[in-house]
C-alpha cells in the first residue's frame, strides 16, 4: 500500500495570510489525525477527523481548522498567519490503534 | 486530558551497547503505548507498540516493557548501530475514545562509533 502523502512539501507565506494544507491517508484508513511539530514544543496535536467527522480537538486557537471529504483525504488551514505558526504540520492516519504519519509539511511565515 | 513525560532528552552510546529511553504518563485509562523513531527530514515512523494487557514485547533488536502499577513504559534498543541514530517519541492517547496521541518530548539517540 502508499504511505500517508501530504501536499505541498514546502510552503512560504506571508504573516496575516491563510494556507490550506492537503494530506492523502492510506489506503482503507479512516481516521486522521493532525500534529504541528516544533522545536521549542515539540509534536502536539491539532485534531482528528473519521468519517468526516470532526471527534477530537487539541489546544490550538479557532484560526486551526480542518474537515475530512468523504474519500478520507484531510485538509486543514491556517488563517490570520502568525510568525509562530512556523513549523512542520503532519499528518497520520489510523485504522485501529497504529497510527502512520506522512512526511509533513514544512511551513514558514515571514 | 494525558500528560507524558520523557527522559532522557540526549542519549549518547557507544556502538554495541544497550540504549533505554523512559516515560510516564498521567492517566490511568489509557491502553496503548507506540514507540515513533524520527530521522532529519522525515516523519515519524511507528517502530514499536505495546497495549496495556501486555508487559512487555520483543522485535529483534527492539523491546518495549510496560508497568501499569507504575504507569511507565520503556523502550529498550541493543546492540546499537549507527543507523539507530534518530530523535524516538513515546506517546500515550489523548483519551476520550478517539484517536490522536499526546507524545512525549523525544530523546536524540547518538551512536558513538
Known amino acids: 500500500k502508499a504511505g500517508v502523502t501530504q501536499t505541498p512539501r514546502y510552503l512560504i507565506k506571508t504573516r496575516g495570510q491563510q494556507v490550506t494544507l492537503s494530506c492523502s491517508p492510506i489506503?482503507?484508513?479512516?481516521?486522521v489525525s493532525w500534529y504541528q511539530q516544533t522545536p521549542g514544543q515539540g509534536l502536539q496535536f491539532l485534531f482528528e477527523?473519521?468519517?468526516?467527522?470532526?471527534?477530537n480537538k487539541g489546544n490550538f486557537p479557532g484560526r486551526f481548522s480542518g474537515r475530512q471529504f468523504s474519500n478520507s483525504r484531510s485538509e486543514m488551514n491556517v488563517s490570520t498567519l502568525e510568525l509562530g505558526d512556523s513549523a512542520l504540520y503532519l499528518c497520520?492516519?489510523?485504522?485501529?490503534?497504529?497510527?502512520?504519519f506522512g512526511p509533513g509539511t514544512r511551513l514558514t511565515v515571514t | 486530558g494525558e500528560n507524558v513525560e520523557q527522559h532522557p532528552s540526549t542519549l549518547s552510546v557507544q556502538e554495541g551497547d544497550s540504549a533505554v529511553i523512559k516515560c510516564t504518563y498521567s492517566?490511568?485509562?489509557?491502553?496503548?503505548f507506540p514507540w515513533y523513531k524520527q530521522e532529519l527530514g522525515k516523519g515519524p515512523q511507528l517502530i514499536i507498540d505495546?497495549?496495556?494487557?501486555?508487559g512487555e514485547k520483543k522485535d529483534q533488536r527492539i523491546a518495549v516493557t510496560l508497568n501499569k502499577t507504575a504507569k511507565h513504559f520503556s523502550l529498550h534498543i541493543t546492540e546499537t548501530q549507527p543507523e539507530d541514530s534518530a530523535v524516538y517519541f513515546c506517546?500515550?492517547?489523548?483519551?476520550?475514545?478517539?484517536?490522536?496521541?499526546?507524545f512525549g518530548k523525544g530523546t536524540h539517540l547518538i551512536i558513538q562509533p
Open positions: 505495546i497495549r496495556s494487557n501486555v
Open positions: 492517566d490511568s485509562a489509557s491502553n496503548y
Open positions: 477527523y473519521f468519517s468526516e467527522t470532526q471527534r
Open positions: 497520520a492516519s489510523s485504522d485501529s490503534y497504529e497510527q502512520y
Open positions: 489506503s482503507g484508513h479512516r481516521s
Open positions: 506517546a500515550a492517547p489523548q483519551g476520550g475514545g478517539a484517536d490522536g496521541l499526546t
